[in-house]
C-alpha cells in the first residue's frame, strides 16, 4: 500500500491519465477509511494516511460557484485600467466607487469594455506614429530634448488616459458664453488630437514626460496580474480539457469562459497602460502656445459665443468705422445683411467691452453681427440674444484667438508660396491654416464663428477621434462610458458589431447543453440571438431612416413635407431604438441570471474534474 503510493507521487507529473488511475485508487482508499470511521476520533488522530493524498476528481455545487465568482471577479478587476480621474473623484472611497462602476459594467456586458480598450489602443498607437514622425522632422531642423524611447506606448497611454493637463484659467470661458451648466474644469486634459496639434505646431519638448515619472505613479502589480493569469488560465484550460474529452460544461462555466477570454483581451490590450493613476502632469509653462490653448477652448467650451460671433478685419485707421464686404473671408455668409446695407457694414469698436451688441466688436476683430439687420432677434438652435457678454478672461482669449488665426495664417501662406502676405482676414478664406489644412474656414455657421478644428487631423494615419476634441472632458461615469465610443471609420463600426457577436455566439454553443427546463433553454437561445442581431440591426434601422430623410428632400411637396416626414421617421426609430435596448438589456440579464440559476438541474458530468487539473493552484 505505501509503496503504491509512494510511487504514485513520484510519477505524479509523468503518468498523465495513468497517474490519474494510481490517484483515484489512492483517494479511495482514503474514503473508504473516513467511512469506515466515520465516528472514531482515536483512529483520525492516530491511523497513518499514505504519503501522497490525491484531491479527489470531482466537485461540489459549491466549489463550482466560488470558482467561478473569484473568477469572475479577480479577472475583471484587475484586467480594468482605468483613466485619471477628476479632481473631485481621486479620493480613495470615490475612486473605489468609480472601478465598482466599472466593474458592474464589465461583468454586464464584457464586449463593451473590450471595444473601449480596443480604440484606446488603437488611438495610442496612432499617437505614438504621428509624434515620431514630428519628432524625426524637429530633430532635422533643431536640437530637441526627447527621444524615440520617451515617445513610446507607455507615454501615448497616458496621454490617452488624461495625463496631460492644462490650466485655463486666466481665458475660463464664463457661464454666459458657454450656455450649459456643465462644469468647466479649470484644469483640462489634452485629448490625442490636442497634443498632436501642439507638436506640429513645435511644442513637442514641452509635452515629453520622462518615462520614470510615469513608472512611479503607475500601481502595476506583477504578482498580483501574475496570481489572477494563473486562476484565469486554469478556468480556461479544465473547461477545454472537459470539452475535448467529452464530459459537459455547466453554463457558469462557459459565461465564465466568456469573460476568461475578455481579460486575456484587455491585459493584452492595456499592457502598456498605467494602472491606477491618480495625479496627471500638468504642464505649467504653456505661454509658448497659450494663443493655440485659446483657440482649443473657444472652440470647444464657448457654444453661446461661437453661435453670434463674426469675425472682423482688426481695427485699422482704414476701418474705423465699417468693413467691406470684400474684407471679409465670404461674402456670401453674410449676403443677406449686405443685400440690405449695401456693400459694407458699419463696426462700432469697443475697448475693453463687457457686452457687445450689434456691430460691435473688439479692436482685435472679435464682434457681434446679425444676419438680419432688423429688430427681430436672431435665433440659433433654440438660443436668442441680442448682445454677447464678456468678462475678462472671455476678452483675453479672444485676443489670443485672433492672434494665433493672424499669425498662423500667414505663417502658412508664406511656406505654400514663398510669399508673406499681411492682409490677414481679408485672404484668410483661401487659406489653408497648416501644412496639412487642419482648420476648416471659420464661419461655417452662418458666418459666425464655430471654429469647427481638424476635419482630418493625420493625411496619413486616420486612426485618431474625429469628434473635434482638443481638450477632453471631465465626465462622470455614464458619460465617460460613451465617451469610449469613438465611431472614426467603417473597422470600429464592424467591431461593434461583432464583439457582441462573439459574446452571444459563445453563449450560443451550449445550445445541447442541459437546462432546467424547456422554457430555459428556448429564452437562453432567444437571449444568445438577440445579443448577437440587435446592433447590426439597430444600424440598419438608422441607415434606413437616413436614406428616407434624405428621398424625402426630393419628393413632392404636396405628397409629403421633409420636416415632417423626418419628424414621423424620428418619432418610430426613437420608439424603436428604445424598445431594442430594453430587450438588449433583458437578454443580457437572462443570461447572467441564468448561468447561476441552472447549477439547481446539471447532469453528474459537470461535477467530474481530471485528477491532473487538481495540481494547478486554483480556487
Request: charge should be negative.
Amino acid at each position: 500500500m505505501n509503496r503504491r503510493a509512494i510511487w504514485a507521487a513520484a510519477l505524479m507529473l509523468l503518468a498523465g491519465d495513468g497517474f490519474a488511475v494510481e490517484a483515484d485508487a489512492g483517494n479511495t482508499d482514503v474514503q473508504a477509511f473516513f467511512g469506515a470511521h466515520q465516528n472514531d476520533t482515536e483512529a483520525f488522530s492516530t491511523e497513518i494516511a499514505p504519503p501522497w493524498v490525491p484531491s479527489p476528481n470531482s466537485r461540489g455545487t459549491i466549489n463550482i460557484l466560488w470558482s467561478c465568482i473569484v473568477t469572475l471577479i479577480a479577472c475583471v478587476y484587475t484586467a480594468l485600467h482605468l483613466n485619471i480621474p477628476a479632481s473631485n473623484e481621486r479620493g480613495t472611497a470615490r475612486m473605489l466607487l468609480r472601478k465598482a462602476q466599472w466593474v458592474v459594467m464589465t461583468l454586464m456586458a464584457p464586449e463593451i469594455i473590450l471595444y473601449v480598450a480596443l480604440m484606446q489602443f488603437i488611438e495610442a498607437r496612432a499617437l505614438m506614429k504621428g509624434l515620431r514622425v514630428v519628432l524625426k522632422k524637429e530633430k532635422a531642423m533643431r536640437p530637441i530634448n526627447a527621444d524615440e524611447d520617451m515617445i513610446n506606448m507607455k507615454y501615448c497611454f497616458f496621454v490617452v488616459m488624461g495625463g496631460l493637463q492644462v490650466s485655463i484659467d486666466d481665458i475660463y470661458p464664463s457661464e454666459y458664453v458657454r450656455g450649459t451648466t456643465v462644469r468647466v474644469p479649470h484644469i483640462v486634459p489634452l485629448s490625442t488630437d490636442g497634443v498632436m496639434l501642439l507638436a506640429e505646431c513645435g511644442h513637442l519638448e514641452a509635452l515629453v514626460v520622462p518615462p520614470a515619472k510615469i513608472e512611479d505613479r503607475s500601481k502595476a502589480n506583477i504578482i498580483q496580474k501574475a496570481l489572477v493569469l494563473t486562476q484565469v488560465g486554469w478556468m480556461a484550460l479544465q473547461c477545454i480539457v472537459k470539452k475535448a474529452q467529452g464530459y459537459p460544461i455547466s453554463l457558469l462555466e462557459i459565461h465564465t469562459f466568456v469573460h476568461v477570454v475578455c481579460a486575456v483581451a484587455l491585459y493584452t490590450l492595456w499592457v502598456e497602460k498605467p494602472l491606477d493613476i491618480r495625479e496627471p502632469e500638468i504642464i505649467t509653462e504653456t505661454t509658448a502656445f497659450e494663443d493655440i490653448l485659446a483657440l482649443m477652448v473657444q472652440e470647444q467650451y464657448c457654444i453661446l459665443q461661437n453661435a453670434s460671433t463674426i469675425l472682423f478685419p482688426p481695427r485699422t485707421a482704414e476701418n474705423e468705422s465699417q468693413v467691406f464686404a470684400a474684407e471679409l473671408r465670404d461674402e456670401e455668409v453674410v449676403s443677406m445683411r449686405f443685400e440690405q446695407e449695401g456693400n459694407a457694414v458699419r463696426v462700432i469698436w469697443k475697448d475693453d467691452a463687457s457686452v457687445l451688441r450689434d456691430g460691435e466688436a473688439l479692436p482685435c476683430g472679435f464682434g457681434y453681427l446679425k444676419q438680419l439687420s432688423d429688430e427681430e432677434l436672431e435665433e440659433y438652435k433654440g438660443w436668442t440674444a441680442d448682445h454677447i457678454r464678456l468678462e475678462a478672461s472671455d476678452r483675453l482669449r479672444a485676443e489670443r484667438v485672433v492672434k494665433h488665426l493672424l499669425v498662423t495664417d500667414s505663417t502658412v501662406m508664406h511656406y505654400k508660396t514663398g510669399r508673406t502676405y499681411n492682409q490677414g482676414f481679408a485672404i484668410l478664406g483661401h487659406l489653408y491654416r497648416y501644412p496639412h489644412g487642419d482648420y476648416r474656414t471659420a464661419f461655417s455657421s452662418g458666418g459666425h464663428f464655430t471654429y469647427r478644428v481638424a476635419e482630418n487631423r493625420f493625411i496619413n494615419n486616420r486612426n485618431l477621434r474625429s469628434d473635434d476634441s482638443y481638450l477632453d472632458r471631465v465626465t462622470h461615469f455614464f458619460l465617460d462610458l460613451v465617451g469610449g465610443f469613438a465611431f472614426t471609420n467603417a473597422l470600429h463600426f464592424l467591431f461593434v458589431a461583432l464583439l457582441p457577436a462573439l459574446y452571444g455566439g459563445i453563449h450560443l454553443s451550449a445550445w445541447n447543453s442541459v437546462f432546467p427546463s424547456h422554457v430555459e433553454s428556448i429564452l437562453w437561445k432567444a437571449s444568445c440571438l438577440i445579443i448577437m442581431v440587435t446592433i447590426p440591426a439597430v444600424w440598419v434601422a438608422l441607415l434606413v431612416s437616413l436614406m428616407s430623410a434624405l428621398l424625402a428632400d426630393h419628393r413632392e411637396p404636396s405628397r409629403v413635407s421633409g420636416s415632417t416626414w423626418w419628424r414621423r421617421v424620428f418619432a418610430i426609430l426613437k420608439w424603436y431604438v428604445l424598445l431594442s435596448m430594453v430587450v438588449y438589456a433583458s437578454a443580457r440579464a437572462f443570461i447572467i441570471v441564468e448561468a447561476f440559476l441552472s447549477t439547481r438541474h446539471m447532469p453528474y458530468g459537470v461535477y467530474y474534474i481530471p485528477s491532473w487539473l487538481q495540481i494547478f493552484p486554483h480556487l
